[in-house]
């Protein structure tokens, strides 16, 4: 079987923030027109780079649906990195597999040993409605679509079910960015300060 994920060539530094939505405290209604019978209207703001990072901080449990044993993938590279240069600790679901990097595989995110504090989605955009169930049925409250992958509907979902929903964003990226690690791969880390930040 294909392994279950998606890649994309996206540009990976400088991506728009169009097509992330923000936790639901970042709710807000706007008042349907005058005379209209219609209900207000839902929209979202984008998660700022703090919240992002506040994210990040509060992360223990990071679950990689989608991982893959196959280098060429994009979910290897970020799941390299993760292994190598975070305090995650990494979740491993691809139901094709029963070990990825010497760690154990799991077919499902409702058969990890715990409730990941963030999933990492590496897969078709046709499955993100159905990612989200599963997200929203083992309770946990971060769904991070990696870079290529965004569906308003799906995080206005996410949203109102008390998920925060990241789009098109690589984790890798994010992680590096707020850490100082960016300039390795040629990238401006945007963090000014003479001393690298611990993980």
């Known amino acids: 079987m ?3 994920q998606t890649t994309s060539s996206t540009p990976v530094d400088g991506a728009s923030d169009v097509g992330t939505v923000a936790a639901p405290q970042n709710l807000r209604e706007q008042p349907a027109a005058t005379g209209s019978q219609d209900a207000p209207t839902t ?11 506040r994210i990040l901080r509060r992360t223990r449990t990071v679950a990689i649906l989608g991982a893959s044993n196959k280098p060429s993938r994009a979910s290897y590279f970020v799941q390299t990195y993760l292994l190598a240069d975070s305090d995650f600790e990494l979740w491993f679901v691809n139901p094709n597999e029963t070990e990825i990097l010497g760690h154990r595989a ?5 058969e990890l040993p715990g409730v990941p504090d963030l999933v990492d989605v590496f897969r078709r ?8 169930d ?12 990696q870079l290529g992958l965004a569906d308003e509907a799906v995080a206005r979902r996410g949203a109102e ?3 925060t ?5 690589c984790l890798k990226i ?6 100082g690690g960016l300039h390795l791969a040629g990238f401006d880390t945007g963090v000014i300060s003479s001393r690298r930040r611990s993980r």
């Open 165 to 169: 929903v990241v789009m098109n964003r």
């Open 125 to 132: 955009p046709s499955e993100l409605d159905a990612v989200l």
């Open 174 to 179: 994010e992680h590096a960015r707020f850490h």
């Open 134 to 145: 599963d997200v929203i049925a083992v309770g946990s409250p971060v769904m991070w679509m």
């Open 161 to 163: 079910h008390g998920v």
């Open 43 to 53: 929209t979202w703001s984008s998660p700022a780079a703090g919240e992002r990072l």
């Open 2 to 4: 294909t392994d279950p």
């Open 106 to 110: 799991y077919p499902s995110l409702a």
